[in-house]
């Protein structure tokens, strides 16, 4: 399939997880990628999904760099603009978890959750609409706790949640331009993220809530970014609860 040759995606957090897999599937309909990751840490992963990218018969550009500071999200589209001369698809799949209560939260902790959480994705979300040609596409992965009433992550899902409202604004001010804005909310989803957050007793009660007693997979979540990129394009402004059944509003 090639819906999106010729055609610019970047994708923030790209190398690995769900967004090395959103990487692979843009490149595979076609799409050059910019691949964006946040630190050295991370930078084997990311050559390897550029080398995917490449594969796929795409052409991919590595980037990395802190989202949090908005000059390295301007730094991020400029080096897009300049490689590929443009940006068609845009795709944040950054996010931090914490799973803690509020008694126990500290101020830099609160700080860095809506730092990578909200400010990042709220400047992502301006630089594409800086950038983004007429017709294009910007995505926000947020999470299904949006629609959950539970305990321990106020800093996760409450971080995430203004997403929501920017997104709104930013479809309806960049719809003269044909841009569409949406975000998908995963459920849980079987990434190292997950694990680290939750006891083996509450991984098998979130399992138990999706159907077929399963996490989401990174698999079930790529397909749609693919969809809202192509076929989909009518769709903006929504948030795209893609849990299983997990939660629903």
């Known amino acids: 399939m090639t819906k999106l040759a010729g055609k610019t ?60 500071a908005p000059s390295t999200v301007t730094e991020l589209f400029d080096a897009a603009v300049t490689e590929f001369g443009g940006v068609d698809v845009a795709v944040n799949t950054v996010g931090k978890v914490l799973r803690k209560p509020i008694l126990e939260t500290s101020e830099a902790e609160y700080d860095s959750m809506l730092d990578i959480n ?17 017709g294009g ?50 459920g849980p989803m079987d990434t190292p993220f997950f694990y680290g957050q939750e006891t083996p007793e509450r991984v098998e009660f979130h399992k138990s809530q999706g159907m077929g007693g399963r996490l989401t997979l990174i698999e079930d979540i790529a397909p749609i970014v693919d969809f809202l990129a192509t076929d989909g394009h009518w769709i903006t402004g929504q948030t795209l609860f893609a849990n299983g059944g997990y939660t629903t509003r």
């Open 137 to 186: 596409t910007l995505v926000t992965i947020v999470t299904a706790l949006l629609g959950a009433f539970t305990d321990g992550y106020s800093t996760y899902a409450g971080g995430k949640s203004p997403v929501e409202h920017f997104n709104r604004a930013a479809a309806k001010e960049f719809a003269g331009r044909g841009i569409t804005v949406n975000a998908i909310a995963p």
């Open 9 to 68: 995606a970047v994708v923030a957090g790209g190398g690995k997880n769900l967004g090395g897999l959103v990487s692979r599937h843009l490149a595979g309909l076609g799409a050059n990628v910019v691949v964006h990751y946040n630190s050295p840490s991370s930078e084997a992963e990311a050559r390897e999904t550029a080398a995917a990218v490449e594969a796929a018969g795409a052409a991919a550009l590595l980037f990395q760099g802190d989202l949090t």
């Open 118 to 134: 909200a400010k990042a994705a709220y400047f992502f979300i301006k630089e594409a609409g800086r950038t983004l040609r007429d």
